[in-house]
């Protein structure tokens, strides 16, 4: 997809300064040490929350056929020698959805991982590229039911975490507060004076990125001559509204353009729209979640577009997992939400970013 799931929001703090002492000396982790614990107590926190409701905690493997289908997104891969000493190309997840929705078609209902996953190109006071996703799904639910599920888990993580206030660069969020639901429509025109019907695509037409453009340059917003419509999309996103989400109280910011929306099935009432939201506070990311897709035909008709967007951009693309669209043809309606934990942490504990609720950040 053009726009970002955990751990892929643009980070204005992308370079932060190196710490002058290795993460491992005494004086740095005893710093650090406070926010570790923290992060361990919400995780057992988290667990038993989500036992208490019935979820049944699963591991599905790291190595992948394929690490996800979505442009923007890069992974690590690496070669799998077999015992004849051939070899294949396998990848390190970006998420465990691939190999959890695989154990829906199997037959479990409710599901949730804490996983280790792995994006290439991706550094900063929010990002790391190796982290944890708490992923979960629930078979039959409607994908509202996750919100519910989010504004539960943040409260949790809060309480765990000893804290009444999220706060991150200057905003503060009150974690134990309703949030706050804003469609994708009603923020553009709230934070960038947008009417985003007026661009917006038919179910079935290819977005046109002129009108878009001419839009959006009316409001301030640079765009290129070989912007696709994806592209002008998250421009409005990150410069005009992510850094106004979740302040005061948590934000779920959904239904989006089913063209931004690569695994989520459409709106039944409105096709335009998928079922897709992400949950924010004190203006950052925390969460993406999906009423799953279940189209086998047409997810890998959207896998196949977003491949020959990465390739277009990045000259490469990966392969796409045949035996998940398999899968998905037997798998039960769903609803889905992956959660940056890490990020979850660093505002449940005070920490100022990633790094410090990493027991040992990659060097």
């Known amino acids: 997809m053009a726009v970002s799931t955990p751990g892929t929001s643009p980070d204005p703090s992308a370079n932060p300064s190196p710490n002058p002492s290795p993460w491992w000396s005494r004086s740095v982790h005893a710093d650090r040490r406070p926010f570790l614990l ?15 409701e019935g979820f049944i905690e699963v591991e599905t493997p790291a ?12 992974a690590f891969a690496t070669d799998l020698i077999g015992p004849d000493g051939a070899r294949r ?7 465990p959805e691939f190999a959890s929705k695989k154990l829906l078609a199997a037959g479990e209902e409710q599901i949730f991982e804490f996983a280790r996953v792995f994006r290439n190109r991706e550094r900063g006071m929010a990002h790391h590229p190796e982290f944890t996703l708490l992923e979960w799904y629930r078979a039959g639910a409607p994908y509202n039911r996750l919100m519910d599920d989010c504004a539960g888990l943040l409260a949790c993580a809060a309480e765990a975490g000893g804290v009444s206030t999220f706060a991150w660069r ?13 469609t994708l429509e009603e923020a553009f025109a709230r934070h960038a004076g947008m009417a ?12 046109d990125p002129r009108p878009f453009a001419e839009l959006a340059a009316a409001h301030g917003i640079r765009t290129a001559p070989d912007d696709t419509w994806a592209d002008i999309f998250s421009r409005v996103l990150v410069e005009k509204i992510e850094t106004r989400l979740g302040m005061g109280r948590p934000t779920v910011l959904c239904d989006y353009p089913v063209s931004e929306a690569a695994l989520a099935r459409p709106k039944p009432e409105d096709p335009r729209f998928a079922e897709r939201f992400e949950l924010y506070a004190c203006g950052l990311e925390l969460a993406n979640a999906f009423g799953e897709l279940t189209d086998a035909d047409e997810q890998r008709r959207r896998f196949e577009e977003e491949m020959d967007e990465k ?15 398999a899968a998905l043809a037997a798998m039960p309606p769903a609803s889905g939400c992956a959660l940056g934990f890490d990020r979850l942490a660093v505002l449940a504990s005070g920490a100022r970013r990633i790094e410090d609720v990493l027991w040992a950040p990659v060097g």
Do not use: K
Request: glycine fraction near 8%; charged fraction near 25%; proline fraction near 9%.
């Open 63 to 74: 190595l992948q056929v394929s690490p996800g289908n979505e442009a923007h997104l890069h």
């Open 196 to 207: 985003l019907a007026t661009v917006l695509p038919a179910p079935g037409e290819r977005p």
């Open 38 to 52: 923290a992060r361990g107590r919400m995780m057992a926190a988290i667990r038993a929350r989500l036992a208490g």
């Open 89 to 95: 190309t396998l990848y390190l997840r970006t998420s």
């Open 311 to 325: 390739e277009r951009l990045y000259g490469e693309r990966y392969p796409i997992d045949a035996d998940f669209l």
């Open 170 to 182: 200057g905003h503060t969020c009150d974690p134990f507060a309703a949030p706050e639901r804003l």
